[in-house]
T-cell receptor, first 113, second 112 residues
Framework: EDQVTQSPEALRLQEGESSSLNCSYT??????LFWYRQDPGKGPEFLFT???AGEEKEKERLKATLTKKESFLHITAPKPEDSATYLC??????????????FGTGTRLQVTL | NAGVTQTPKFRVLKTGQSMTLLCAQD?????MYWYRQDPGMGLRLIHY???????AKGEVPDGYNVSRLKKQNFLLGLESAAPSQTSVYFC???????????FGSGTRLTVV
């Protein structure tokens, strides 16, 4: 059974204070690790997909990296508008053609002035 | 391009009542999913469909039924609502096999 654990549960940063969110996973045959952003009252919004260890992807102040056991979402010089819950999910090879994702419980990020 | 549209956005049901949640996507995606999101539990898969006319059970299917009569629509039914089904329900769709999901904005359901 695929498992995803995210830490910390909540993180409070000051504007400009860089940090990282962690996503640890166990999966049988990784077919993709996904990062989503979720604003209150909204559905998750796709950010990145990583497929193999060593891969990195960037978008504005966000950079996602992947190892064989975990992924990090690095936030550089965050702004208040980066405040949201960040979700990590994995797709294992055993899901076959169903492309099912297993989600973590998220990290709630608050960036203050 | 609307993406994934869920209706209704909010609903309050009494225990034992039935209802149907509608998910519609205009991206010609083959795969569609219903998840529920509860505090501290993350998103859990209820049912999914890999194409028109097909459905399958996910992690927490009990008390729910689904139908995919048209490719663009995926319906989630509650035949006899229970307080344990109070949750936020999200529909998602994707193009197989390894793309990310596009989510709807959710339906907040309260069963009293």
């Amino acid at each position: 059974e695929d498992q995803v654990t995210q830490s910390p549960e909540a993180l409070r940063l000051q504007e400009g204070e860089s940090s990282s969110l962690n996503c640890s996973y166990t999966v049988s045959g990784l077919r993709g690790l996904f990062w989503y952003r979720q604003d209150p009252g909204k559905g998750p919004e796709f950010l990145f997909t990583l497929y193999s260890a060593g891969e990195e992807k960037e978008k504005e102040r966000l950079k996602a990296t992947l190892t064989k056991k975990e992924s990090f979402l690095h936030i550089t010089a965050p702004k208040p508008e980066d405040s949201a819950t960040y979700l990590c999910a994995v797709r294992g090879g055993h899901t076959g053609t169903a492309s099912k994702l297993t989600f973590g419980t998220g990290t709630r990020l608050q960036v203050t002035l | 391009n609307a993406g994934v549209t869920q209706t209704p956005k909010f609903r309050v049901l009494k225990t034992g009542q039935s209802m149907t949640l509608l998910c519609a996507q205009d991206m010609n995606h083959e795969y569609m999913y219903w998840y529920r999101q509860d505090p501290g539990m993350g998103l859990r898969l209820i049912h999914y469909s890999v194409g028109e006319g097909t459905t399958a059970k996910g992690e927490v299917p009990d008390g729910y039924n689904v139908s995919r009569l048209k490719k663009q629509n995926f319906l989630l039914g509650l035949e006899s609502a229970a307080p344990s089904q109070t949750s936020v329900y999200f529909c998602a769709s994707t193009v197989p096999p390894n793309y990310g999901y596009t989510f709807g904005s959710g339906t907040r359901l309260t069963v009293v």
